[in-house]
């Protein structure tokens, strides 16, 4: 099938588009700008639904949660925000360090958050009984990226995370009566010649390849 432009939208920003995502309890497309507006468009006919600036930084990502129908926005500013269906801001979460990219390991019920040189997993707390919509207290990480993890993506109960040291890693969870973590399953040093900026997981007949693409 043939792709086919379904909408144009012309609207003049100051700042450069640096996120897109799609709110799927909306059914809204979303752009992020690096002053830290995001506006949500509607997909029938091109209008602008909401704009906010709740972020004193650049956008970096969306996520969107579908089982809750929530919505995350990360930012270099540190923070990660959670929507609620209805735009209105639901939770704020500081985590002291940029954040670049987001996914969800439904398998694993965590939160996944991409820094320079850290992948850094939360677990899901949709009722907020530890105050967030993540658990902040109960997190882990894992240091074997040496640059900005640019991508991450989530199959069964396999992590894979990419970034801008050209490296792609596959890893699993661990828990033990006193400790969770990431454990390295797999590590290609030089999955690509330069920065890896995309990772797309594709299953064909129980064989799952995954495709890297960078600058």
Avoid at 5 to 17: K, T
């Amino acid at each position: 099938m043939a792709m086919q432009q379904h909408l144009r939208i012309r609207e003049h920003h100051r700042s450069p588009i640096t996120a897109l995502g799609y709110h799927a309890a909306r059914r809204e497309c979303l752009t992020g700008f690096e002053d830290g507006v995001i506006k949500w468009w509607d997909m029938e006919n091109g209008h602008m639904s909401l704009c906010t600036k709740e972020h004193s930084g650049r956008v970096t990502h969306f996520l969107s949660w579908i089982p809750t129908h929530l919505l995350f926005s990360a930012s270099n500013d540190s923070s990660v925000i959670v929507w609620a269906p209805g735009g209105a801001v639901l939770d704020r979460i500081q985590l002291g360090y940029p954040i670049f990219t987001l996914a969800i390991s439904l398998a694993r019920h965590l939160l996944l958050c991409g820094s320079k040189g850290r992948l850094v997993a939360f677990p899901l707390d949709e009722r907020r009984e530890s105050g967030h919509v993540v658990n902040l207290s109960q997190g882990f990480s894992d240091q074997t990226h040496t640059d900005i993890v640019s991508c991450i993506a989530c199959l069964d109960n396999n992590i894979y995370t990419a970034g801008y040291d050209k490296r792609l890693l596959i890893f699993d969870t661990y828990q033990s009566p006193s400790r969770k973590g990431l454990t390295t399953k797999h590590c290609i040093s030089r999955a690509h010649r330069a920065a890896i900026t995309h990772l797309l997981l594709v299953r064909q007949q129980e064989t799952t390849r995954y495709k890297p693409s960078g600058k």
